[in-house]
């Protein structure tokens, strides 16, 4: 989460933008230094672990979901429940992320803050660009329904 907000900090407009950093863990305090340190404590807001109602009450009030680093091979639940709720993605490329939300994300060099800024900017400056990514995730979201994966799955099993 360090690269979002060393992102956000580039940021020229950053009234137009408030980013909504959830969970808990072992880095958190330094990310609310640095949060603090760079003076951006009015447009980033720390509500600590969520409870999933809440987390999808914040999903639904989002106009981008920024899932900034992972590892490379794995893909993401939450990744698949913000595109299936119409969020355009902006994720880590080049690995499952990117694979994983399709059409949906607009994808950024790994850890690099300057390209997620970037990324950032563009997608915050066309409602074109997050309408034609809203659209992608929810049809990618679609297809990974695990009601259409289990009989896909089944076919692939069928042995004669």
Not at 87 to 101: D, K, N, Q
């Given at each position: 989460f360090a690269l979002v907000i060393q992102a956000f900090n580039l940021l020229?407009?950053?009234?137009?933008?408030?980013?909504?950093?959830?969970g808990t863990g072992s880095d958190e305090e330094r990310l609310r230094q640095m949060t603090k340190d760079l003076k951006l404590e009015k447009y980033i807001y720390f509500p600590g672990w969520l409870e999933k109602e809440k987390m999808y009450e914040n999903l639904g009030r989002a106009s981008v979901f920024i899932f900034p680093k992972w590892w490379a091979e794995y893909g993401s639940v939450v990744l698949t429940e913000?595109?299936?709720?119409?969020?355009?993605?902006?994720?880590?490329?080049?690995?499952?992320?990117?694979?994983?939300?399709?059409?949906?994300?607009?994808?950024?060099e790994p850890d690099s803050y300057k390209d997620l800024a970037k990324k950032i900017e563009e997608l915050g400056g066309s409602s074109d660009l997050r309408i034609k990514?809203?659209?992608?995730?929810?049809?990618?979201?679609e297809e990974l329904d695990y009601k259409k994966l289990v009989i896909k799955l089944e076919k692939a099993m069928i042995f004669v």
């Open positions: 020229k407009n950053k009234d137009k933008y408030q980013v909504i950093i959830g913000a595109m299936s709720m119409g969020l355009p993605c902006i994720v880590p490329a080049g690995g499952a992320l990117e694979w994983l939300s399709g059409r949906g994300s607009l994808p950024f990514l809203a659209l992608g995730g929810l049809k990618r979201a």
